[in-house]
């Protein structure tokens, strides 16, 4: 093999990768035209674009050898960044390239060998082979034999040795625990208090728990309804025909009038709400 064959096989493919990402060129020919402009006008390096191919069809293309100048080495080394031919050598992408090219001709030869071989006295064509034969043959039924050999535990014995190791668990000598004990376990019971009443605080019902025994408030079985929706409404000046008619009750004792949410009794008297009309609003629910 000739001197440096694949460093130069290396850094001509370098140097046409770079040549055709500096291109819009596709076609073969066409790169290697752009790349005698760049070396020329960029680099003042004098290369024609067919001497170029001749280098890289014979050494990359058909994998054989070209002589190329020490010159035009250092020339196209120096197109990729380099000092000269010696540097690109002494670089990374050489030893790379060495690398890849020792793996792709890396042959890897199995040899099969036998792992276990049957002694020659039991190979041969004789009297003795076939006594050997005999010999473990015998040998291998015999140990079965004996492996297969179940000992026989008695039932005393084993509720014996069961009641000594459950008593060492426990840490008490010589107190023997059956396997049938059982621990009882009860589930605790958990109560959750709820408030099944309510009173009314002057605006609307609140809930309230029914052993409440606080001596203000007046407690009575709860009602979803009335909790959720009546409420006695405070401000009386807001109320106009035109967003209270047919949405609001009212309630009207020794000349005092009071509007609700909704349909009920007036907590506060026991009289029964009636509708509010227009006449109402205009009149009570200004004031």
Known sequence: MSKFLPE???LLEDVFDKASNETPETSFSGILKNLE???RDE??????????????????????DYPIKSLILDDLSRYLGFESF????SGWKSFEYKVNQALSNLVITVINKPIIKMPEFLTKQSNLGILGVLLVGGFLAG???????????????????????????LGIAHIPVTMESKVSQQTPTISVKQQNCMYWDDKEYKLAYCDDKNPKIELKPIDEILVAY?????????LTVDNAYG??????????????????????????????TEYIIETYGRQ
């Open 8 to 10: 130069r096989k290396k």
């Open 37 to 39: 402009i760049v070396l």
């Open 43 to 64: 680099y003042k390096i004098t290369l024609s674009y067919k001497t170029f191919e001749n280098y890289y069809k014979a050494i990359v293309k058909e994998e054989g």
């Open 86 to 89: 010696n540097d690109y050598c």
């Open 143 to 169: 140990n079965k034999i004996i492996n297969n050999q179940t000992p026989t535990i008695s039932k005393e014995s084993l509720t014996k040795n069961l009641e000594i190791e459950n008593a060492q668990v």
């Open 230 to 238: 009546f409420q006695r409404i405070t401000r009386k000046d807001t």
């Open 247 to 276: 949405k609001v009750w009212y309630s009207k004792h020794k000349g005092n009038v009071e509007f609700f949410t909704s349909d009920g009794i007036d907590p506060e008297n026991g009289k029964e709400l009636r509708k509010a």
